[in-house]
């Protein structure tokens, strides 16, 4: 575990060096332009201390750990698209070589999955401005890796006096998914160095940039802190990185009150085998919330500890079967998207166990979820009940689902009910009783959408069940109440029913644009031979790009056929849409497998294609496929 959290302060550290050099540019719009290509030829070394004694208790041993780290590669920035307020930026790195090792002994499976996380690509979503709006990620791509990318992208700011002018110091106020902080910066005489405080920054120069005593806090109380500190000088040619040689030092100092925050300590609760009093969970409970108000991040947090809560814990009411609720508590708010706690993920997929153990967690998860009003929390949270998947869970669920009256905290209840194994019959009881009832259309809509995903769940657990609630949306989508047509085809899409051909297929056809593309996209989950042959006789000929991009990412869900795999080929090759190329480009490459010939495919691409952005995709794609190849060969 201490090793886990060695390396995952080395990644977080490692990334938000990377991707600070990479976000800086002067002229946002320049940078801004659909297919511009960004290569960054990077050398990197880190070297680090871990006082792992703090975090194991007074009878570890006293000795740091030394973590040393290289990284060298091509790392390469693309815009993909721009709109009116946002563009997707494409990142990945070109052949990396990485080595982690601790104490000089390689830790060779670090040393992989960082390498495997590198060579995926993650877009993310920036706001003109430069702030990080979202982030997606390749498949397969770890906890620990999303956290990884997430602290690079988190640190991305254009640090540049406000009007552009060439003052020497100056204050600017940045905000980013991390938070909101001011930072002061201050230029020597010569205009060749920056010294930070109070934030990360890059500042690029026409020859080079060296940033010095770079303090980023993160917890201060009297002389216990969490910092780093670092020293690193980036040489700039024409706008390019050419090189990149960094030496960090990292000091961790952790105070007895985040000791009783460790990871360790939560996962012995949630085994049971550790009994804590009223008193320690009080203590708990208190040095937490005192924790969180003290983080940079503590901004995005919408929800407090009430002074209710703090004072019932104080007054010891709390016993054993309080644990869950108090835990639930605890791990949301360590739950930041950009905070690096993958053991907090761990332990809160776990978390779905505690219903059968605790027979109070039921009242406060519904207590708590009645009135959290952060959105990014709610929505974990209605997740991890779906998948645990228990009559409790359910219950509370339905109970949620009554109580709020907000569309989107409505809506992730109901993929939280919709995503359930093993729906009781109470379940289906209240979905179908509010699917009839019009008195509430919101809720009634949002309850038909949870049948329909019901029914794609256990079609084959209670096919009978399925078939049932089928019936109801083919015989609604066949006389549909007026502009509803679109719903309900969405609907039978969900369902992921072979019975819902014989209504689908007439609108492929349909004169209706709209309709075309809803009937095309709800073959996505139909496993029918009928459903596969019409996606590919779309993709291979229609005549508009957009229902040729629907039919292509309908079809990629699947596993390939011989018939996909021609046609995917062909797409690639020859579409005239570069969109419908790109897609098909990114999809081969995890096929290749099944198709020895996708490699050399792939290498005409990236010789030929008259687009820039398809070249690349295929250059990506390639390198892509060397790394898969190599890792399966190590193993």
């Not at 005593?213 to 024409?238: M, N, T, Y």
């Not at 959408?449 to 009978?464: F, Y």
């Not at 849409?577 to 999809?587: E, K």
Request: include cysteine; proline fraction near 4%.
């Amino acid at each position: 575990m201490v090793r886990d959290k060695s390396i995952n302060y080395l990644s977080s550290l490692l990334l938000i060096v990377l991707v600070a050099f990479l976000a800086t540019s002067a002229e946002a719009q320049s940078r801004f332009e659909v297919g511009r290509q960004d290569s960054f030829t990077l050398k990197y070394r880190s070297v680090s201390a871990t006082d792992v004694s703090q975090l194991k208790g007074k009878n570890a041993e006293s000795k740091p750990r030394l973590i040393d780290a290289t990284v060298t590669g091509l790392w390469v920035r693309t815009v993909v698209s721009v709109s009116s307020e946002s563009v997707l930026v494409r990142y990945e790195m070109r052949m990396p070589s990485v080595s982690i090792s601790m104490d000089q002994k390689l830790l060779k499976e670090q040393s992989q999955n960082l390498k495997h996380a590198l060579l995926l690509p993650t877009v993310a979503e920036l706001l003109k401005n430069g702030q990080v709006k979202g982030l997606r990620f390749a498949d397969n791509v770890t906890f620990s890796a999303q956290g990884f990318v997430r602290a690079i992208l988190s640190s991305m700011h254009y640090v540049t006096p406000p009007d552009g002018s060439k003052k020497r110091q100056w204050k600017t106020q940045e905000v980013d998914s991390q938070g909101h902080f001011t930072a002061d910066y201050e230029r020597s005489s010569k205009n060749r160095h920056l010294v930070v405080s109070g934030g990360e920054a890059v500042l690029k120069q026409k020859q080079y940039l060296q940033i010095e005593d770079i303090w980023h806090p993160l917890i201060k109380k009297e002389s216990k802190e969490i910092r780093w500190q670092g020293h690193a000088l980036f040489g700039v040619k024409d706008k390019r990185v050419l090189s990149v040689d960094v030496q960090e030092k990292l000091n961790i100092f952790v105070t007895d009150r985040h000791v009783s925050f460790q990871d360790n300590e939560l996962e012995a609760i949630f085994n049971d085998s550790v009994k804590l009093s009223a008193e320690r969970l009080g203590k708990m409970a208190r040095d937490a919330a005192h924790w969180l108000k003290h983080r940079p991040t503590v901004k995005l947090f919408e929800e407090r500890i009430s002074n209710a809560q703090e004072q019932e814990i104080a007054d010891q009411r709390l016993d054993g079967s309080s644990v869950p609720g108090l835990m639930v508590r605890f791990i949301l708010y360590a739950l930041n998207p950009i905070s690096i706690r993958p053991q907090s993920f761990d332990l809160y997929v776990r978390m779905r166990g505690l219903f059968g153990r605790h027979p109070n967690s039921p009242e406060l998860f519904r207590e708590l979820m009645e009135t959290m009003s952060s959105e990014k929390s709610f929505m974990l949270l209605c997740g991890v009940l779906g998948a645990a998947g228990t009559p409790e869970s359910q219950t509370v669920l339905r109970a949620v689902f009554e109580k709020r009256s907000d569309k989107d905290a409505l809506s992730q209840v109901m993929m939280g009910l919709a995503r359930v194994e093993k729906p009781t019959e109470a379940t289906f009881e209240h979905l179908e009783k509010r699917a009839s009832d019009d008195s509430d259309p919101v809720k009634q809509h949002l309850a038909l959408q949870g049948l329909a995903g019901l029914a794609l769940m256990v079609r084959e657990s209670r096919p009978k069940k399925a078939r049932s609630i089928v019936n109801r949306l083919v015989r609604a989508a066949k006389n549909p109440p007026a502009g509803k047509l679109e719903f309900y085809l969405d609907l039978l899409g969900t369902s992921g029913s072979n019975m819902a051909l014989d209504v689908l297929e007439p609108h492929l056809n349909s004169s209706d644009e709209k309709t075309r593309h809803r009937a095309i996209a709800a073959l996505r989950w139909m496993d029918h031979p009928r459903a596969e042959r019409a996606l590919i006789k779309i993709l291979a000929h229609s005549k508009i790009p957009v229902e040729r991009r629907v039919a292509l990412k309908a079809l990629g869900e699947r596993p390939p056929t011989v018939a996909m795999l021609q046609v995917f080929k062909r797409a690639a090759r020859s579409d005239s849409d570069q969109i419908v190329r790109h897609s098909a480009v990114g999809r081969l490459k995890g096929w290749h497998w099944h198709d020895s010939s996708i490699a050399r495919l792939l290498a005409g691409i990236a010789r030929k294609d008259s687009s820039d952005f398809v070249r690349l995709a295929a250059k990506v794609s390639l390198d892509w496929i060397k790394g898969d190849v190599k890792a399966t060969l190590e193993k």
